[in-house]
């Protein structure tokens, strides 16, 4: 998953690879590169501005689904999108680990686990994430309600049973949006 200084790396690239900054010229690799350099402040700005403005929109969506939705209706719902935001990251990254399950975790410890520990016998893995924050690029902590990490549970759950070619169920047993220090997840094969 990405983290909110790659998002953020990752919009600046954009703006200014689609020509919207002075840098146009520049590769996108270029300006991954150096993104702090390579466009103009205001810019930038006026990027991170419009993705706090987003982040503070979708918590407030979330706040209406648990007003409006009976909880076990809002859970489903919020699998149901963490599974779709998984699938945004199926050719780049979980298709290519089909199969492979540590070849995975190992990317993983690489790039955004801090732990990854997989007892093939007991079916079950624990994840535990690098930040010290939530790691979703639309959740402004604080804000967004805890009842957010349903999606999050939902994406392990399509990231994991795609990757095992088996069904998996996930569950949390510490989330930043919960009070907790990290987040650490449990999959389990069904």
Not at 26 to 51: G, L, N, W
Not at 79 to 95: F, Q
Not at 159 to 182: D, H, Q
Request: glycine share 8%; net charge positive; charged share 30%.
């Amino acid at each position: 998953m990405i983290n909110r200084k790659d998002f953020m790396k990752n919009c600046v690239a954009a703006v200014c690879a689609t020509g919207m900054c002075s840098h146009a010229k520049m590769s996108a690799a270029q300006v991954a590169e150096d993104a702090s350099h390579s466009c103009d402040p205001k810019e930038f700005t006026s990027v991170r501005d419009k993705a706090d403005a987003a982040r503070l929109r979708f918590s407030k969506l979330i706040e209406i689904l648990e007003t409006r939705l009976p909880e076990d209706e809002r859970k489903q719902t919020l699998h149901a999108l963490g599974g779709k935001c998984a699938d945004t990251y199926k050719a780049a990254l979980i298709d290519r680990y089909k199969g492979n399950i540590h070849g995975f975790l190992e990317e993983g410890r690489r790039n955004w686990m801090a732990e990854a520990v997989y007892d093939e016998a007991k079916g079950t893995i624990r994840i535990v994430d690098k930040g010290p924050g939530c790691s979703c690029p639309m959740v402004k902590e604080g804000v967004t309600p805890p009842s957010f990490c349903d999606c999050t549970l939902g994406w392990q759950v399509e990231a994991y049973s795609t990757i095992l070619g088996r069904p998996v169920t996930a569950e949390l047993e510490e989330s930043v949006l919960r009070g907790g220090k990290k987040c650490i997840y449990r999959i389990k094969v069904v």
